[in-house]
């Protein structure tokens, strides 16, 4: 029976917990029986463990990478806020319809002084999954409806209006593909939305925390800064849809995770972003307190460059950014 | 290289009633199932004669179409796509490309032209879905960004027509890109106060749905386009139920306020000159 501290394993990491716990026994019958025998064969077994997690973490498939980015603990964006930030007021509502719980957005103090920066007052949002079946539920799965991303501009507007810089964390399968949602215009509102972000006049730093699927996660993610956590992936397609689309099958997921080039390094090589940040040996969820640290790190620096602009060089620099994004040859 | 066809950028002059369509061929028009000959369907613009079903018109038909006496001088047409991520599915990217430069004598999905429409310059881009689904890759999100940089700088209105079936797959984030660029570019027309007209034809969806071809000033759509953000089927599939009658259709989307003006393809040209004449009349009181 599982405990509740018990961690989801991915299938790729058997391997390694049989072994880690193959260990964990003979260390316990170590402890109770010292043989020299004993001690040999555990650091012989302890040798093999550590060069197993290095082959395995160090050369994670594009697709592995993908299922760590969709581990069920990993940190969602509520869980960022509540590390990096103090005081966070979550506001509700696009003052048109309703309110997207797959989206959730606010002012917070963001705890920049421990990283050499300060203490600042910042707009904060970004996509919410949930962790069981009802939360999941009520989030949709983290995605959104067109109310999740017109309530996202208002306070970015708002955000503007009280001149304070904006954090957007992206973390979604892809805009939620419903009646409703067509019927209020999902194109419509992410379309406003990359329109209107590239023009706000505060700082804007974006960070993909897990899944970046399409325009649903792009509807938040027009800023001066792109960082993506080492395990995120991002593009305009799922593996899945992507497999189901080219090959008519849903069986090519791992062929298309490799093909559509959706990993952090894969990103930063095209120059989509402009940093990527470390996640823990395993992921995000083997030590979440370490990728908030590095996570806050991150995020404190770039405010602090960005803060050094005058609107008019942040909107230039933003605009030259996402024109420089593509590649073509011309005859 | 001996697939892509090089166009020459000159003045193409072309004075077009009806489009030209070879003789003896024979189509079932999708809206009444009547068996019709092209060239019928050809002198009436590519609409049906019978039921007023749109068929697909290529960026060179509306060009000709759309512009004062046929005459438009187009720009662009030498931009290629390449395969940064040698990716491949099926078939390569490249593969792909290739194939649909010759098919199509095109060099990609979205092609550029000035010119006069009701004496008013003008910078138009257009779709070809004839190419790879008029999807929107690099290529494309450069193009679109090219028209709309044109009209800034020679201070002129801009069209976009929008008929794609979404964002490259085969481009990675790369295609993704391509909404955020084109989308931001459309801030330097706003802030000039040029007009900017978007044509949505069948079918606009994803991508280019989601990014400029939801940011006219004024939005028209020819009747029964498919417009939408996610397909059909997806739809379908996450709703677990069939979709309702006219669902993402032209109609459906005026009467939720998404479009302004259904048109019928035959009074388009007329229906944007009496816009532009209204927006840019030149009147003594109009302070820029
Ligand atoms: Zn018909």
């Known amino acids: ?331 | 290289m001996a697939w892509f066809r090089r166009k020459t950028a000159g003045i193409h002059t072309k004075i077009s009633q009806q489009i030209n369509v070879p003789e003896g061929h024979w189509v079932k028009c999708p809206g009444c199932s009547t068996t019709i000959n092209q060239r019928e369907i050809g002198k009436n613009l590519k609409v049906c004669p019978n039921c007023s079903h749109h068929f697909k018109l290529s960026s060179n038909e509306y060009f000709e179409l759309l512009f004062d006496n046929g005459q438009f001088q187009v720009y662009d047409d030498t931009l290629i796509s390449v395969d940064p991520l040698k990716f491949v599915d099926k078939k390569s990217y490249s593969s792909r490309l290739e194939t649909s430069r010759e098919k199509t004598q095109l060099s990609d999905a979205a092609r550029t032209a000035m010119g006069m429409i009701g004496g008013h310059r003008i910078s138009v881009a257009s779709m070809d879905f004839s190419f790879i689904g008029g999807s929107m890759g690099s290529v494309v999100g450069e193009v679109v960004t090219r028209a709309i940089r044109r009209a800034c700088s020679e201070k002129t209105a801009l069209l976009v027509i929008a008929q794609s079936g979404g964002a490259r797959m085969m481009e990675g984030a790369l295609s993704l890109m391509q909404m955020a660029k084109t989308s931001a570019n459309l801030g330097k027309l706003e802030e000039l106060g040029l007009p900017f007209m978007v044509l949505l034809t069948n079918p606009t969806t994803g991508g280019v749905t989601a990014s400029f071809a939801m940011l006219g000033d004024i939005h028209f759509a020819e009747p029964g386009a498919l417009i939408g953000f996610a397909g059909p089927r997806i739809i379908r599939e996450t709703m677990g139920q069939d979709l309702p009658d006219g669902f993402q259709r032209s109609e459906f989307l005026l009467e939720r306020g998404f479009v302004d003006r259904i048109v019928d393809r035959r009074e388009l040209r007329q229906e944007l000159v009496q816009y532009l004449d209204l927006i840019l009349e030149d009147d003594p009181d109009t302070r820029k």
């Open chain 1, 1 to 331: 029976m599982a405990t509740a501290n018990t961690t989801h394993l991915l299938e790729f990491e058997k391997p390694l917990h049989d072994l880690e716990t193959k260990l964990e026994e003979m260390r316990k019958l170590g402890s109770e029986d010292p043989a020299p025998e004993l001690e040999a064969s555990i650091s012989e077994l302890e040798e093999r463990v550590k060069s197993l997690r290095s082959s395995i973490y160090e050369n994670l498939t594009r697709w592995q990478r993908v299922l760590i980015a969709r581990h069920p603990q990993r940190p969602y964006t509520l869980d960022h806020i509540e590390a990096l930030t103090d005081g966070f007021v979550e506001m509700h509502g696009d003052r048109l319809f309703g309110d997207d719980p797959a989206i959730v957005a606010g002012f917070a103090t963001f705890l920049g002084e421990r990283y050499g920066y300060r203490d600042r007052s910042v707009l904060i949002l970004g996509h919410q999954k949930g962790r069981d079946t009802k939360s999941r539920k009520y989030r949709r799965f983290g995605m959104p409806n067109p109310e999740g991303y017109r309530k996202a501009l208002r306070l970015m507007k708002l955000a503007a209006k009280y001149n304070k810089p904006i954090i957007t964390l992206l973390d979604t399968p892809g805009a939620y593909p419903g009646i409703e949602a067509e019927e209020r215009g999902q194109a419509q509102a992410i379309a406003t939305n990359l329109f209107e972000m590239a023009r706000l006049p505060v700082p804007i730093v974006v960070v993909i925390i897990g899944e970046g699927a399409s325009g649903g996660a792009l509807g938040i993610g027009v800023g001066d800064r792109i960082l993506m956590l080492e395990n995120a992936w991002y593009s305009v397609i799922s593996p899945e849809s992507c497999s189901s689309i080219l090959w008519r099958s849903w069986d090519f997921k791992e062929e298309a995770a490799r093909a559509l080039k959706l990993t952090a390094p894969d990103l930063m090589e095209v120059g989509i972003i402009d940093e990527i940040i470390p996640e823990p040996t395993g992921g995000a969820h083997n030590n979440p307190e370490a990728m908030y640290e590095g996570l806050g790190k991150v995020i404190a620096r770039h405010l602090k460059s960005l803060e050094k602009m005058t609107s008019k060089k942040l909107l230039k620099t933003r605009l030259e950014k996402f024109d420089a994004m593509g590649a073509f040859a011309e005859e």
